[in-house]
């Protein structure tokens, strides 16, 4: 009898601990939970546009400072721009520049504007006197005849200024759709068709943006090209890994090193030259240089009158995202702002990383770590952040510390064999949350992926927050998760999931410095319950 009261006050107590622990890991995630989207927000915070325009744009009296560099403000200021986040940048900047500025031209999303009025978002708006036009155009992201009678006006604005003046042009993810200018003889439909062909076969970025540099008049250095003489400063919000200047709205202020002859490898590599166009083919046949020093001067003027700026990153909003992460009691660590890469690496990456930081014992095996910097190169992670962000981790787990927030960024990409709705973000959330979910010894990690622009895909959500309870919720809702990633179905999965509260909503953001990753990793449940 004595032992059979004993063991039942053994499962007793073992009942009591067991639901001791679900309740701290309940509280623990819920608790992540919020601070993951906070440290998300403050990430969205910190590259906001009228933010970034201030922080790199300042002006005392007469002079304005930018970029270390100071220029004379004698009302000779003119002002283009073109991207998602360029309204909020021209209205923060005409209120710097004040009356010094004479004329602008703003090319933006289709409907921007009544899409910012009815999210509260009246700052990123221009006063009712303002000297800047705004002309809306690219609907669904997508170069049209409205962008490109907007890409005429700037054209025309920065090919009207003398020596005199000072053109400062505002640059954001999304500009190269809004500034597209066809070299004549050249349509507009017919450059849309070589892109969209060469994208179709498998070119990449690099490759695509090469070649439509050499199709505008305006990219690849071609504005700063029409505006000389004048002295040319732009201030850019990067939505590029590493920043290259180039390649951030196709580069119309930084001037192009591209031939004809590395045009013609790249559509002869896809098979693409001989079904060119006429038109096509007679703006290759001449020279970029030749072209466009036709238009004005010559392409060396071009480097010496400008000054190109990053004012907004990536890179920025990580560095503000773990300002938020410290002063939410959390130990902060930034993986990389480069991440790429099919998003099943990805999640792989970051499954195997909660595993490295919570697994049994004192020391991570040595199998996993190597399974770790095995995946770098194909998700654009170097080996010596892995190894440093890996070295912060076993510290973390010997001397005792509390949570940890580790920070990576970047714009992985989703192979689409599906018809679904969602977008890298969300599909990147799920993944996780299934590796998470699969752990041995599950860590209580917490996974937030969201696109600072607030708008994941063709969805109203910017991502989603998740964890490794996801399969077990995802099961007793009677939802298949291998048949939503299967069709791409992302949005759909996390909007029945428990009535969409692991959706990211955070609404229009009004700036795009592509997505930020959140992985919250707690410390041992056991040593916080003693």
Same mark, same amino acid.
């Given at each position: 009898m004595a032992q059979i009261l004993a063991? @039942?006050? %053994?499962?007793?107590?073992?009942?009591?601990?067991? +639901?001791?622990? =679900?309740?701290?890991?309940?509280? @623990?995630? %819920?608790?992540?939970?919020?601070?993951?989207?906070? +440290?998300?927000? =403050?990430?969205?915070?910190g590259v906001q546009p009228d933010m970034v325009v201030r922080r790199g744009l300042e002006r005392h009296g007469d002079k304005l400072h930018v970029g270390g560099q100071s220029f004379t403000l004698t009302n000779n200021l003119y002002l283009v721009g073109f991207g998602k986040a360029v309204l909020g940048m021209a209205a923060e900047a005409e209120r710097i520049v004040g009356d010094h500025l004479i004329k602008g031209v703003v090319s933006v999303p289709h409907g921007i504007q009544n899409t910012l009025r009815s999210h509260g978002k009246e700052k990123m708006l221009l006063e009712n006197n303002s000297r800047i036009t705004v002309m809306e155009g690219a609907k669904h992201n997508l170069p049209d005849t409205d962008a490109q009678k907007s890409a005429e006006c700037i054209r025309d604005l920065a090919s009207s200024l003398t020596e005199k003046d000072l053109l400062l042009v505002l640059i954001s993810g999304g500009g190269s759709a809004l500034l597209p200018a066809p070299a004549p003889p050249m349509s507009l439909q017919e450059k849309q068709d070589v892109t969209r062909k060469l994208a179709a076969a498998g070119a990449t970025i690099q490759e695509l943006n090469t070649v439509r540099r050499a199709l505008s008049l305006l990219k690849g250095g071609g504005l700063a090209q029409c505006a000389s003489p004048a002295k040319v400063v732009a201030l850019i919000l990067s939505d590029v890994i590493g920043d290259p200047l180039d390649l951030i709205a196709s580069g119309p202020t930084v001037r192009s090193e591209s031939s004809p002859e590395e045009v013609w490898a790249i559509l002869d590599n896809y098979k693409l030259s001989e079904s060119l166009?006429?038109?096509?083919?007679e703006v290759l046949s001449n020279s970029m240089p030749s072209r466009r020093s036709r238009m004005k001067n010559g392409p060396q003027e071009v480097k010496d009158n400008v000054l190109n700026v990053v004012i907004g990153s990536n890179t920025i909003a990580l560095e503000c995202a773990s300002r938020k992460a410290s002063e939410l009691g959390l130990r902060p660590v930034i993986l990389s702002p480069g991440v790429c890469g099919d998003v099943r690496s990805v999640a792989r990456l970051y499954g195997l990383l909660s595993s490295f930081a919570c697994c049994p014992g004192k020391e991570p095996p040595p199998e996993?770590?190597?399974?770790?910097?095995?995946?770098?190169?194909?998700?654009?992670?170097?080996?010596?952040?892995?190894?440093?962000?890996?070295?912060?981790?076993?510290?973390?787990?010997?001397?005792?510390?509390?949570?940890?927030?580790?920070?990576?960024?970047?714009?992985?990409?989703?192979?689409?064999i599906g018809k679904g709705r969602g977008g890298r973000n969300q599909e990147l959330a799920m993944r996780v949350g299934l590796e998470l979910s699969d752990e041995e010894v599950k860590s209580g990690a917490v996974f937030l992926s969201g696109g600072t622009d607030g708008q994941d895909g063709p969805t109203e959500a910017a991502g989603a927050v998740t964890d490794g309870e996801l399969k077990e919720e995802a099961a007793s809702q009677g939802l298949d998760t291998d048949g939503f990633l299967a069709n791409n179905d992302s949005f759909t999965f996390f909007s029945r999931l428990s009535e969409g509260r692991r959706l990211l909503n955070p609404g229009l953001t009004g700036t795009n410095v592509m997505d930020v990753h959140v992985m919250l990793l707690p410390p041992s449940p056991q040593k916080d319950l003693q």
């Open positions: 063991l @039942s006050r %053994s499962l007793h107590l073992q009942h009591k601990l067991r +639901v001791g622990l =679900a309740s701290f890991r309940a509280r @623990s995630m %819920s608790s992540l939970n919020t601070r993951a989207r906070a +440290v998300f927000s =403050a990430a969205v915070e166009p006429s038109s096509v083919k996993l770590a190597a399974a770790i910097l095995k995946l770098g190169p194909e998700v654009g992670i170097e080996s010596w952040d892995l190894c440093r962000t890996m070295n912060v981790l076993v510290g973390e787990r010997k001397e005792g510390w509390g949570a940890t927030c580790l920070l990576a960024g970047g714009e992985p990409t989703v192979k689409l």
